[in-house]
């Protein structure tokens, strides 16, 4: 027996605000409506509160209970698993466990869900095409001229099969991790004592946040068992990694765990590693100047030498008579040797990548090497040897200067004028600057490791030699055997 409402005849009064009770915590319903209308709305009303009242009970328990809610499986998920179970599909937390356990942990259900789903989907959709295939061949009842008569039910039958097929996307074979839980404790840790490595490492960190790192997988490439010498996809067995980016370069983790060797091992990582670190400003300027040290010390051995063979081949006196004419004293040849041993020792120390040694040794060389310049410079002006080479020994004097000084600008002790390089490597105001520098380096680098101090400690700072008078000269004596070269 079925309700129905009166109908009212005659013009439509003038539309009124209808009136309301309450109804369990200022939730409201209207006294005019229907009878089944009213029911309805106290019945959805109840519901309401209900719901409300779970909600606030779930808030109270504070926001480190909150959980994120899981999917529920569908009768349709449940029925594809269970088919997928007996077509023996991968298992999804078997597989990410054996290829990569220490991300396992950090997967969630309802991403394990995900993968699963694509792992079914391998063994399942091929089965339902098969199938659906099959019964539209069974569909058919007739065929003639390319008229097809068709058995309505077994086409709704083949129709209902394909609804069975799971439709998957290339995003859904790719999973977005926590890429901060997987990251070791000293993976973004510096090495080296080399600045540019600590902000490249710290770029290294913002990319693994912006790009994410992503859980990949697909199937395997396998021998076909029916001819070995061809590849075919089975559909049961599948490869996991780990990617930078949901599309990009593989992370080379054996378990999960983003190591330093692994970020390094990527290849973009890797590379950006080599450009900026390995290639970067402080490594780029330090093997400058090391080179241009070498060049120096190169050309003030030549230029040596090559006096030393005039005053050899001079008749004999009249390199000794000008030498007490001009009152010099011919510096020893062996001053460049220590200048030479430091500067490799400092390309020895740079092997593993640290910076603060290499530069300790290359600026004590440059100070040496420009103070044996000095004393070669001041012996041929004080000689009446000729003033042509003057020039070039107090080049030699100028780059050691300004190798030095970079390599104190570099190390943050002293920072000088770049229009005072010329002075500060002739030996003008600014060299004292230099040398205290040199002194500062010197006793930081000592005092912070203690590695090596004692290659450094054996040789004793002194002031810029002034050049040395002829009052201890003893005839026979002044082709090496003077004062010469005062160490540090």
Do not use: C
């Not at 593989?250 to 290849?267: C, H, M, S």
């Amino acid at each position: 027996m079925g309700i129905s409402a009166g109908r009212r005849h005659g013009p439509a009064p003038a539309p009124q605000l209808p009136s309301t009770r309450t109804v369990q915590k200022g939730l409201t319903v209207s006294r005019d409506l229907d009878p089944v209308l009213r029911l309805q709305g106290l019945a959805g009303n109840r519901a309401v509160v209900q719901m409300l009242a779970t909600h606030a009970g779930a808030s109270a328990m504070g926001a480190t209970a909150r959980k994120p809610v899981q999917r529920r499986p569908t009768a349709a998920d449940r029925k594809r698993r269970s088919r997928a179970a007996g077509l023996k599909a991968a298992d999804a937390r078997s597989l990410i466990a054996a290829s990569l356990p220490f991300a396992a942990g950090q997967i969630t259900a309802d991403q394990i869900a995900q993968m699963q789903r694509v792992l079914d989907a391998a063994v399942v959709n091929p089965e339902v095409k098969r199938e659906a295939a099959a019964l539209d061949k069974k569909a058919v009842i007739a065929e003639s001229g390319g008229y097809q008569n068709l058995d309505q039910s077994v086409v709704r039958r083949a129709d209902r099969k394909r609804e069975e097929f799971t439709a998957v996307q290339d995003s859904d074979k790719r999973i977005r991790l926590n890429a901060k839980a997987l990251l070791a404790r000293d993976a973004l840790t510096p090495t080296t004592d080399n600045k540019d490595e600590v902000t490249y490492l710290n770029r290294v960190g913002n990319t693994l946040t912006n790009k994410g790192v992503w859980l990949r997988f697909e199937p395997k490439l396998v021998r076909n068992p029916e001819e070995p010498s061809t590849w075919m996809i089975d559909p049961r067995q599948f490869q996991v990694w780990l990617s930078l980016g949901p599309k990009g370069d593989p992370i080379p983790t054996q378990t999960g765990e983003l190591t330093r060797e692994a970020l390094l091992k990527t290849t973009v990582l890797g590379a950006g590693y080599y450009e900026n670190v390995h290639q970067g400003p402080a490594q780029t300027a330090l093997d400058r100047e090391i080179k241009r040290l070498i060049s120096s010390l190169e050309m003030g051995v030549d230029q040596h030498n090559m006096l030393a063979k005039i005053r050899r081949e001079a008749t004999v006196g009249v390199a000794e008579a000008s030498d007490f004419l001009g009152g010099a004293d011919f510096p020893d040849v062996k001053m460049w040797d220590s200048p030479h041993k430091l500067v490799v020792r400092a390309m020895e120390m740079n092997v593993g990548g640290n910076l603060s040694g290499s530069q300790a040794f290359l600026v004590v060389a440059a100070v040496q090497a420009r103070n044996a310049a000095r004393l070669l410079a001041d012996y041929l002006e004080d000689s009446t040897t000729g003033t042509e080479r003057v020039v070039t020994v107090l080049k030699v004097a100028r780059t050691a200067g300004q190798v030095a000084e970079a390599g104190l600008a570099v190390t943050g002790i002293v920072g000088l004028a770049r229009g005072g390089v010329a002075l500060a490597g002739e030996g003008g105001a600014l060299a004292a600057d230099i040398e205290v520098g040199a002194q500062q380096l010197l006793t930081r680098y000592t005092a912070r490791n203690g590695i090596h101090a004692d290659e450094l400690s054996q040789v004793r700072h002194v002031r810029m030699p002034a050049g040395s008078k002829a009052g201890g000269v003893k005839p026979g004596t002044s082709s090496g055997a003077g004062s010469g070269f005062h160490k540090w």
